[in-house]
């Protein structure tokens, strides 16, 4: 993982709230458009992180 990158992924797992998550899923998006595609390795922790924030919303009712 690009040190770049993981300084806007790191500690993704420990936040508590949905806000904070999706402002690291968006500012990682911005950095892709700028620095080019994913490394494996950062694709998957996206993929995680998109997968966290469904299941929170989820959870809060947002789907229904």
């Known amino acids: 993982m690009r040190p770049e990158f993981e300084e806007i992924v ?6 508590s709230g949905m806000e904070d998550l999706t ?6 998006a ?7 595609p994913l490394e494996p390795d950062e ?9 966290a924030q469904i299941a929170s919303g989820v959870e809060r ?3 229904f």
Do not use: C, H, P, Y
């Not at 402002?23 to 990682?28: A, G, K, L, V």
């Not at 694709?43 to 997968?51: D, G, P």
């Open 10 to 15: 790191s500690g993704w797992m420990l936040i």
């Open 23 to 28: 402002d690291r899923i968006e500012r990682s």
């Open 30 to 36: 911005k950095w892709v458009k700028e620095n080019g």
């Open 43 to 51: 694709e998957a922790t996206v993929k995680l992180m998109i997968q």
């Open 61 to 63: 009712g947002d789907f």
